[in-house]
């Protein structure tokens, strides 16, 4: 596979967006004709540029509004078309996307818009490049890849050929299959981006919301199957038109995509390491400082101390079969975080070399002679993410404490609050590493702003990461994290708790008003819950009942007990929650 | 008219929301259920506190999912209704807002609604409570407010009525003529909310998108008339989802909410001093601890000194109509920005008691006695907006230089770039105070993200204002404005400065390469305009020169020239200037 990716993708100037795809890896970069326009360089110096980065400049686009004309605007057309095939030239590029006509085209006739093209296409031959015509989705009378394929055969000249760009075509609900049906050397180039399902008017959709693969809900595999099929051997090409990504660091978007096309090359031909998610959480890791005040709500919660590590200052606490690492190694001025999460993997060598097959950037720590190895890699917000097949670590912790009984059963979920600039590139790495699955993403109401969820999980839900954007506002401040903990009675654990001091995270008597009249519990029912600050909710399928402790630097606790089938997180309840941590103990903002 | 707000439009909690709406002047507010829940105040406490800042409590709200169901569903229903209604009892409040199904009916029948509507209304009335019954725009059986009506109608009982929202209304085209059929004593409540055109799933763009009265689409006026004829005497009042205001100042935007209705009361009775729009600019001020900067760019592009205030360190430079004001006073530390703008009105007096009536914060500086006052107010984005009928104060300036001639004609437009938090507030703002239009929004592509647009105007376009919101990545970076002046020789002027050693914002050659081909522009004509970096615009109705100069602290200034009947701004230039300004001389950050 022969990866490209068009530079209105990045944001930044030319020259740094050609660096950025280099050094991610592309092979080549579609050049957006604006982006040339406003750059400093010529088209000779960014075809050397290219040349000198080892990228092939795969196309230059678009060129808009050519066909369906009267013969006076033709003529000025064909005269635009000849200064963009000189600076195709020019930057040595061999191919011109043509689009279909959105703003000028007065003639809804094929004949005339394939009689124009072969024109377009004779002029093109002259300056020694060829045509790719593409049916925007919101084209004025070509809108279909079927009639744009119809127009071109109808050309018949072998400097015009079809352009495919999965969104035009999936966006509107149109057949895919067709594409095997046309020849593949009539092809000229396929571009590829995912999207969102959004019901929403097309022109928008496209220019706000594309996705890179694996990140919306389009069947691209299926798409490049079909034109594979067809015989296509050029590029796979991306063309992803997204408000984050104009905005975010080029060299960070560049990697984010090229995994996307790897991991897509991956679906179409199996050409990874098999993904093997993961079974379970290993351990969380919650790093600072000074950990003291989480040991103390820990203590207060039942969670045994299994000792220090026997090199580094590093301390393990386990409750049933979760283990929460407490490191104060190399953390100065840092407050309590979620700094890592390790996960149990069937087979660890394998998640390695999958991770580095999509250029998961490798998380590295100090580590000696002895001790347990682990595969690492850092999300892109950060959190280190490790994996091990056996948990031989635990050994290492020495002079601890043995662990006896507690209603804490294992890690629930860890919940990541995650920079806007990197929510989307989460999903993909957490899917395509890790093979874990997205859930419908959610919307919460919080006292400052939306908060968009979506919650990352393996087959059985024994792992699930629920991955929270945080409205703007937020920008800049700590972002919340949170553990939660199954229990096997959340109800014991809370009293014990409570007894042993604990500063639960208070909920207001309005809610457990309002709780009663909701799902009409008994009064004792509510009264416990009160007493408890506990939360309550419901599903078709079971209940749900769960607390909060109060936030240790950016990082609180949950402990939820799950009835039923109940598979959800209380969503209901996060605007209370959202509400007392701004309001009471603890704060979202650090 | 009696103003009330929902409290759901407003960020914060509960007792912060009450506050800024009695602190705005709102007669009341809507509570709404989950910021009462997730609230530490009971009902009670609520009930006095409202009591004590002067709010009624109009409404409680939303009473969800309760009609079109089997008989098990109701029974729990009516359970639930019952506890609601004891909540709004213990609040004080006497209507409770019940929506139409969305998500458990199963009986899509008009005779069960209304029976089991009737039932509600009793037990409603055991509570001294009455049901405003609202057809959401998305609804599972009544989505139209015609058949909500039609079902309380059937329900036939003194504690049923219907509440009407303009959003559910206008969002889905429904002829809002048939309200005036309805009486008014059975039109419970009146909810108003404006929004932009969209075409996307009603149910995000109410969530998201809503606005305030005169910010959108929507023929409100129209819409209150109908209500008004039918005989309904209650609140208007706000319900406005909008992902902005959620996330922002309650104080700022329950003052923002209220002039939005006091402009709509306006509209529909006429309330108001009548609006007299601008007929020019009478000046801008570009204020910095140093000005020298801004003095030598207005040197070299040929404005005379006019002299300096006989009592500030205040000067004022001039060029044809133009009158550029430097201000030095009470401005330590501060870099060279547009600070106020100068507001040419037919009637100053009339203007002052407008916005008074809108509630303009008025802007006030010092003066002395024997200087020409002026009316004055603040925009919302901090921009001093000054109007006087005549422009006497330019007699206050001394030993200066007689005006000669110059190829500067006026001050064509003032580009403000709005922080995100007050793009809505400034367009109504704008229109409800000085009677200016506000333009189709557009967008722009910059290399670090899409810059929103908005021209405001008045009808001669003798007074543009652009707004631009820029990309939430520049949050805190210094906002870049700039002065843009129209010339009746821009070529000339462009000359004439680069003779006197002007810094041109400097213009790529592709631009040029690009110019020549997009338009067929003589050899020569391009390359004068390369050579004085100059940018080119063609529309159907005619062309458009314009250049920039290097950027001062976070303005800079452009000048332009329409020829025939061009009306643009060159948006498609824009992409260049914003790369230009970040690479080179000048930048967008500060």
Redesign the interface.
């Known amino acids: 596979m022969k990866t490209s990716i068009a530079t209105v993708s990045l944001?930044?100037?030319l020259v740094e967006k050609l660096h950025a795809c280099a050094a991610a890896g592309f092979d080549g970069v579609e050049i957006f004709?604006?982006d040339?326009?406003?750059?400093?360089?010529?088209?000779e110096e960014i075809r050397q540029l290219a040349r000198r980065l080892g990228l092939s400049l795969d196309l230059y686009q678009p060129l808009r509004d050519l066909e369906g004309v009267d013969d006076a605007v033709f003529a000025?057309n064909l005269?635009?078309a000849?200064?963009?095939f000189?600076?195709a030239r020019r930057l040595g590029i061999d191919t011109v996307l043509v689009c279909s006509n959105v703003a000028t085209a007065t003639i809804d006739s094929d004949e005339v818009s394939a009689q124009q093209l072969r024109r377009v296409g004779e002029l093109a031959a002259e300056y020694g490049v060829r045509i790719a015509f593409e049916a925007l989705a919101w084209g004025r009378f070509i809108d279909d890849y079927r009639r744009a394929w119809r127009v071109v055969e109808l050309a018949a000249h072998p400097n015009v050929g079809v352009c495919l760009d999965s969104f035009h075509v999936l966006s509107r609900g149109h057949d895919p299959s067709g594409i095997a049906d046309i020849p593949g050397d009539k092809i000229f180039y396929l571009q590829l981006a995912d999207a969102p399902a959004?019901?929403?008017?097309v022109l928008?959709w496209s220019?706000?919301h594309r996705l890179f693969p694996g990140e919306g809900s389009f069947d691209l595999a299926g798409f490049v199957r079909h034109t594979l099929a067809a015989g296509y051997t050029g590029p796979l090409s991306l063309e992803v038109f997204n408000?984050t990504f104009?905005?975010?660091d080029p060299g960070h978007t560049a990697v984010h995509a090229l995994r996307s096309l790897v991991w897509l090359d991956d679906q179409v031909a199996h050409t990874l390491t098999e993904a093997t998610p993961p079974t379970g959480f290993d351990f969380v890791e919650i790093k600072a400082e000074d950990t003291s005040e989480v040991e103390v709500l820990l203590t207060q919660l039942g969670f045994t101390p299994r000792g220090r590590h026997r090199t580094k200052p590093v301390s393990l606490w386990s409750a049933g079969a979760a283990r929460v690492v407490l490191n104060e190694q190399q953390a100065r001025d840092q407050v309590p975080h979620v700094a890592a999460i390790g996960l149990q993997v069937p087979d660890a060598e394998a998640t390695s070399r999958r991770a580095a097959e999509l250029m998961a950037p490798v998380a590295y720590r100090r580590t000696y002679a002895a001790e347990q190895p682990f595969g690492a890699a850092v999300a892109p917000d950060g959190t280190e993410m490790f994996w091990s097949s056996e948990p031989a670590w635990v050994a290492e912790f020495e002079r601890g404490v043995p662990q006896g009984p507690s209603p804490v059963a294992a890690i629930d979920h860890v919940n990541l609050t995650q920079p806007?600039q990197t929510a989307e590139d989460a999903v993909l790495f957490l899917t395509s590493v890790f093979g874990l699955s997205a859930g419908e993403p959610a919307?919460v109401?919080g006292?400052?702003?939306?908060v968009r969820s979506q919650v990352m999980h393996n087959a059985d839900k024994s792992v699930r990461l629920p991955l929270n954007v945080a409205?703007?506002?937020l920008?800049?401040a700590g972002l919340p994290q949170h553990v939660a903990f199954s229990c096997t009675d959340v109800l014991a654990l809370a009293r014990a708790a409570q007894a042993a001091g604990l500063q639960f995270l208070a909920i207001?008597?309005?809610?457990y008003?309002?709780l009663?009249?909701?799902f009409?519990l008994a009064e004792d029912t509510v009264a416990e819950l009160r007493e408890l600050n506990l939360l309550y909710d419901r599903s078709p399928h079971g209940h749900f009942i769960h607390f909060y402790t109060r936030t240790v630097g950016t990082v609180f606790l949950e402990f939820v007990q799950r009835f039923g089938a109940y598979d959800g997180y209380g969503t209901d309840n996060a605007?209370?929650r959202?509400?007392?941590q701004?309001?009471?103990l603890g704060t979202v903002r650090t």
Chains 1, 2 share one sequence.
Do not use: K
């Not at 959004?198 to 008017?201: A, I, T, Y």
């Not at 006292?447 to 939306?450: F, H, I, Q, S």
């Not at 207001?508 to 809610?511: S, V």
């Open positions: 944001s930044g100037s004709e604006p040339l326009i406003a750059g400093d360089h010529s088209p000025d005269r635009r000849g200064a963009t000189a600076t959004l019901s929403m008017d928008s220019r706000h408000d104009r905005q975010t806007w919307e109401p006292p400052t702003g939306l409205p703007h506002i920008d800049g207001p008597d309005n809610y008003d309002y009663s009249g909701r009409g605007p209370v959202l509400a007392a701004r309001g009471r």
